[in-house]
């Protein structure tokens, strides 16, 4: 079974939206193994305030997205999150990557502070939603694009909707399309689940009905950390994403992204069918978690890691000797590296090192 992190499932344990609202139920393995960290519901009986934002809220046209962005330089960092995280999962690689350029995390569509965006939520509408806030924000291309777990896939095509802006990527334990899970004991495609749905051409428009069913709330205080590996995140991150992740409307939006997501595996697999290189010669960097000889599809997992590697000419797979699926936590110093390595590329500054040994 492809291995996933020992986490609290109760938000992972989600409802998905349908396309025409209806409701369907998710495993949670499918969840975990698109990224989501999910915090333990708070026990205590005094209520917490909400957390202060941090960043800016950039209006995109009636629908609100919160940006964070840091540091100076060019070319400017894009961290994307894996499903059910918020910007605040990159608290330990966002301030060593702004001491070497401009760096920006934000949180998708429904996601805490930003409101949701219209239905379905496929790749392309997230990214229009991302590329309109950047662009509002006067946040400058050229970009490096950095994507964990699901967020690989959204990275994948941003790179393919905005090919001008984007001049380097770094995939940490990215999904592929290709890639099986166990669900009730049988090995399955995520792309299978693709029902031959065509998204509509994106367009940002504000999804007003999911906003007023799950308004933000104050949630119960609680002060004790989080279960690991979020308990390695700064005491003051782990109290606002307690808050973030008892938000209801968590559950709608990481529903609706999962439940049109196999969709877009399937068009990514029939799009690598006619080109290997989609990426060309983009500086790429792979970082994959390390081997797990307990998980019976783990030789294929690393197999495809290799693979995603093979979408750049430039590309290279980088394992992470201390880490699971959540690098970016647990190894945060190997992903500011890799980030390094590839903003350096794109300068035109020769590497003497690779990311396992800039430590």
């Known amino acids: 079974m492809t291995r996933v992190e020992t986490r609290n499932l109760d938000v992972v344990r989600r409802v998905v939206f349908g396309a025409f ?12 193994e698109f ?19 941090r960043g800016t809220m950039v ?8 940006l964070d962005c840091t540091g100076v330089g060019s070319p400017t960092v894009v961290l994307e999150s894996g499903v059910g995280d918020f910007a605040l999962v990159w608290a330990l690689v966002q301030p060593g990557v702004a001491t070497l350029t401009r760096v920006c995390s934000y949180d998708r569509g429904g996601y805490v502070w930003s409101t949701p965006g219209t239905r379905p939520r496929s790749y392309a509408q997230i990214n229009l939603e991302l ?28 790179a393919e909707q905005f090919r001008a802006a984007v001049v380097g990527m770094v995939l940490v334990d ?11 004991g049988r090995p399955v495609r995520l ?20 906003a007023d069913s799950f308004p933000l709330r104050a949630t119960s205080a609680d002060t004790g950390s989080l279960e690991a590996p979020l308990d390695r995140l700064p005491p003051e991150v782990q109290n606002a994403w307690r808050w973030a992740s008892a938000q209801p ?19 990514l697999h029939a799009e690598r069918r006619r080109n290997r290189r989609a990426l060309g010669d983009l500086p790429l960097i792979v970082l994959s978690r390390s081997a797990d000889s307990t998980d019976s599809l783990d030789a294929e997992r690393q197999r495809l890691q290799a693979d995603l590697a093979a979408l750049s000419s430039r590309g290279r797979l980088v394992v992470a000797p201390h880490a699971g699926h959540n690098i970016h936590l647990e190894d945060p110093q190997l992903v500011v590296s890799a980030i390094r390595q590839v903003v350096d590329e794109v300068r035109g500054i020769s590497p003497n090192t690779t990311p396992g040994e800039a430590r």
């Open 131 to 158: 590329h309109d806030a950047l662009s509002r924000a006067g946040e400058k291309s050229p970009f490096v694009l950095v994507g964990q777990s699901y967020g690989g896939l959204l990275v994948r095509r941003y």
């Open 191 to 210: 792309r299978e689940m693709a029902k031959g749905r065509t998204a509509p051409m994106p367009q940002v428009r504000p999804d007003r009905a999911l």
């Open 249 to 267: 409307i968590l559950r709608a939006a990481a529903g609706a992204e999962m439940d049109w997501s196999p969709e877009d595996l399937a068009r």
């Open 21 to 32: 609202g209806a409701l369907v139920a998710v495993p949670s393995v499918l969840a975990l």
């Open 174 to 184: 990215a999904v592929h399309e290709d890639q099986r899970i166990e669900i009730s």
């Open 59 to 66: 209006d995109i046209g009636g629908q609100t997205i919160h």
């Open 35 to 53: 990224g989501a960290c999910t915090a333990a519901p708070a026990t205590h009986s005094s209520a917490a305030r909400p957390p202060s934002v």
